[in-house]
């Protein structure tokens, strides 16, 4: 495990280290890394500084009333409170967007909106997930957030679907990605999983008996070197073709419209939503089908 020191004072060591194992695609990680922990040390100063004057007021407050000095008493109240609300600042933040910070206040936020009186606290995280891979790396912080903060404010109300959904909104709204829920769904329920989104207020969520080893498989992920991370206008232009394809028809999703209607009517689609959008439509159908064909293929284990 890297020595976050060893990063502030010397990344040019680690970036060095990083080529001697021809990982050249990972030195931008570095920097990234280390801008986080000068926003977090940044944070963390600007709270404790706020914390000491918030501290310090409040003891002059009751001077004041002692000496009769009501005005410059209530003076000091306002301050206190507008202390506290820069503390407890959990509004969607432009700057942050596409950030991790914006996915810690996301999840917070979401959970004080519940209406629970979240907090600060100290959190240290290690992971083997890459960020911006392509392994939902922040569906897996939205829901360790979520997850940490249901526990820790919350009194552990919130089920494994709850979470996921507070982790999408984070996404959404905070962080700036039109994400879906399947991700977070995955992340937070854990294991294999099979998810139904005809409702998605209300997913169907069904346990899979994926026994990789004992049918003779196995899961390998592979560094391409690919960055999935500047890709967030990328991933919205998904489903807004796609919603495009479906709005030709009345529907608002593409489950709503039949394979065969969009078939009979190409020549029209594509002249309204455009090549791209009729091909990630007919990847829906095509992949929609893989899925049942092997969840009927194997019957018993559910496998899809």
Do not use: W
């Amino acid at each position: 495990m890297l020595d976050i020191n060893l990063l502030r004072t010397n990344p040019e060591v680690v970036k060095e280290n990083i080529k001697k194992k021809f990982q050249n695609q990972k030195l931008e990680l570095v920097d990234k890394v280390v801008e986080l922990d000068r926003q977090f040390r940044k944070a963390k100063t600007d709270g404790d500084s706020l914390r000491g004057q918030r501290n310090a007021i409040s003891k002059q407050i009751g001077g004041f009333m002692k000496q009769g000095l009501k005005d410059k008493a209530e003076e000091a109240k306002k301050e206190v409170a507008n202390i506290a609300k820069q503390l407890a600042d959990l509004e969607v933040k432009e700057e942050e967007k596409e950030t991790t910070a914006s996915l810690i206040r996301g999840v917070l936020a979401k959970l004080h909106k519940a209406g629970y009186p979240v907090a600060g606290f100290d959190m240290y995280v290690t992971s083997t997930v890459l960020p911006g891979s392509g392994l939902s790396s922040s569906a897996a912080c939205e829901v360790l957030i979520g997850t940490t903060g249901n526990h820790l404010f919350c009194q552990d109300k919130f089920d494994a679907v709850e979470i996921a959904k507070i982790g999408q909104a984070a996404e959404n709204e905070y962080f700036g990605k039109p994400c879906g829920l399947m991700d977070q769904t995955a992340s937070s329920v854990g294991d294999a999983v099979a998810i139904d989104f005809k409702d998605p207020a209300n997913p169907i969520v069904r346990s899979i008996n994926a026994d990789l080893t004992g049918l003779g498989l196995a899961l390998c992920i592979i560094d391409c070197g690919a960055d999935h991370a500047a890709l967030t206008n990328e991933y919205a232009s998904i489903p807004e073709e796609m919603s495009k394809v479906a709005a030709h028809f009345g529907k608002k999703v593409l489950r709503e419209v039949q394979e065969e209607d969009l078939l009979a009517d190409l020549a029209q689609v594509r002249k309204e939503a455009g090549d791209r959008a009729v091909l990630r439509a007919l990847h829906f159908y095509a992949d929609d089908r893989r899925a049942r064909a092997a969840r009927a293929f194997h019957p018993r284990r559910g496998l899809l």
